[in-house]
């Protein structure tokens, strides 16, 4: 059953951007990797300090101490996240909040823990939630910095430069009268 809900987490969020505006989507995708690489680094913390233990037999094959929720589940959440909140602060944090604690003191324990994709070690529900909340301040700053990309610039590239040096000619060759 576990195995089954791992590969449910990692793969069928996906669908879930179909519906969306690519554009919109292509926006909020470097955040929701960077949550994804932040996520990554607290599952490795979890492991040297024994915060909780994803159990590998119920595991996607190629992941070990990652649960399949970060690749899957938590990315896909990030975008539905920044898609509908973004750029209000205040909204953005509260919904992240509401859905961050329903995770950790619902889901986790009642569905995630039950099935045997982890269990919890030297850390209480609360403290997940704790952690899982301190995250969400640190990816809409991300993005914040993120969006100076996104802005339209006026600047012209060198190589715009050179190819109107090299290739137009300064003075038109005036065509011939009759």
């Known amino acids: 059953m576990g195995q089954i809900v791992s590969w449910i987490i990692f793969l069928a969020p996906w669908l879930l951007l179909l519906p969306l505006d690519s554009q919109r989507v292509k926006r909020f995708m470097p955040v929701c990797l960077f949550m ?35 690749y899957g589940f938590l990315i896909v959440t990030t975008l539905y996240m920044f898609y509908f909140t973004y750029p209000n602060l205040w909204l953005f944090l509260l919904c992240n909040w509401i859905i961050d604690l329903i995770q950790a003191l619902i889901i986790s324990p009642f569905i995630f823990q039950k099935v045997g994709l982890y269990s919890m070690k030297n850390m209480s529900n609360f403290g997940l939630f704790v952690m899982i909340a301190v995250t969400v301040p640190i990816v809409y700053l991300y993005q914040r ?11 012209v590239s060198l190589a715009e430069l050179l190819f109107k040096r090299v290739f137009q000619p300064k003075n038109p060759v005036p065509s011939r009268q009759r």
Not at 43 to 67: C, D, Y
Not at 145 to 155: D, L, M, P, R, T
Request: charged share 15%.
């Open 36 to 70: 994804a690489v932040l996520y990554t680094v607290i599952f490795q913390m979890a492991e040297v300090w024994n915060w909780w233990e994803v159990h590998e037999a119920n595991n996607i094959f190629f992941l070990t101490n990652i649960s399949s929720f970060v």
């Open 145 to 155: 910095w993120q969006e100076g990309a996104f802005e339209e610039k006026n600047e």
